[in-house]
């Protein structure tokens, strides 16, 4: 079984320069996350996704951080324009969304991104 | 709101030595809790986890058991190999946190052979 893919792996941008990130979870997963990991921390929570809706979306910074999942399959996070402060890597991860918080989270490999 | 602290590393041990990374947790009602596991260049990937007090978790010789008296999630290892190096992080899965998991800062710990 495939797991959860992620492209780009890696990415170098200019600041001020947009970046889109794309993941595809593992097929049947309802619940989709994005996360973003600072270096030496552990991942947060950006936006949730069930289905198609976003059910959780505090934590991103919506002035300019976006995201969708279309058909609620695959996702898209879009940061336009990007901050030295955004490099971090992206995590996408996937649930089957049966039992909220006790749900097994599956993770891609992340995209990294340094922005200069 | 719901938070988790785990011991700061690095950690460096030696083959076959005993491990212990401590983890305790604020949280409102009854969270899950879990290890998760990142290996060098690997994504992360679910150790263990336990959904109740008193349960233990337990995979690939590591063990955790859920202390609601305490807090604590500490997970342990009788015997540690240089493959087990990696980063591990406590995590909570709250009701009361719509559904998401909240990370520690994570633990790297490298065996030495």
């Known amino acids: 079984e495939a797991g959860v893919v992620q492209s780009p792996r890696y990415k170098i941008i200019e600041k001020k320069q947009p970046v889109a990130f794309w993941c595809n979870p593992i097929?049947?997963?309802?619940?989709l996350y994005w996360y973003r990991q600072n270096l030496g921390q552990g991942p947060e929570l950006l936006i949730r996704?069930?289905?198609?809706?976003?059910?959780?979306d505090s934590q991103l910074p919506k002035d300019r951080f976006s995201a969708e999942r279309l058909k609620g399959v695959d996702s898209t996070l879009k940061i336009q324009p990007a901050e030295l402060g955004d490099s971090a890597v992206y995590l996408c991860?996937?649930?089957?969304?049966?039992?909220?918080?006790?749900?097994?989270?599956?993770f891609g490999p992340g995209t990294r991104l340094t922005v200069l | 709101g719901d938070s988790v602290t785990q011991m700061e590393g690095p950690v460096t041990l030696s083959e076959e030595a005993f491990l212990t990374i401590n983890c305790t947790y604020t949280?409102?009602?009854?969270?899950?809790l879990f290890w998760y596991v990142q290996y060098p260049g690997e994504g992360l990937q679910l150790l263990l986890k336990?959904?109740?007090?008193?349960d233990k978790g337990s995979n690939k010789g590591f063990e955790a058991t859920y202390r609601k008296e305490t807090t604590s999630f500490h997970l342990e290892k009788g015997s540690v190999q240089v493959s087990d190096s990696a980063v591990y992080f406590c995590?909570?899965?709250?009701?009361?946190?719509?559904?998401?998991?909240?990370f520690g800062s994570g633990t790297r710990l490298s065996i030495r052979p």
């Open positions: 991860a996937s649930s089957l969304g049966t039992s909220g918080g006790g749900d097994e989270q599956f």
């Open positions: 097929s049947g997963h309802n619940t």
């Open positions: 996704y069930e289905n198609e809706e976003a059910v959780d």
């Open positions: 949280a409102t009602g009854y969270p899950s």
């Open positions: 336990a959904t109740k007090a008193d």
């Open positions: 995590a909570l899965g709250s009701y009361s946190s719509a559904s998401k998991i909240i």
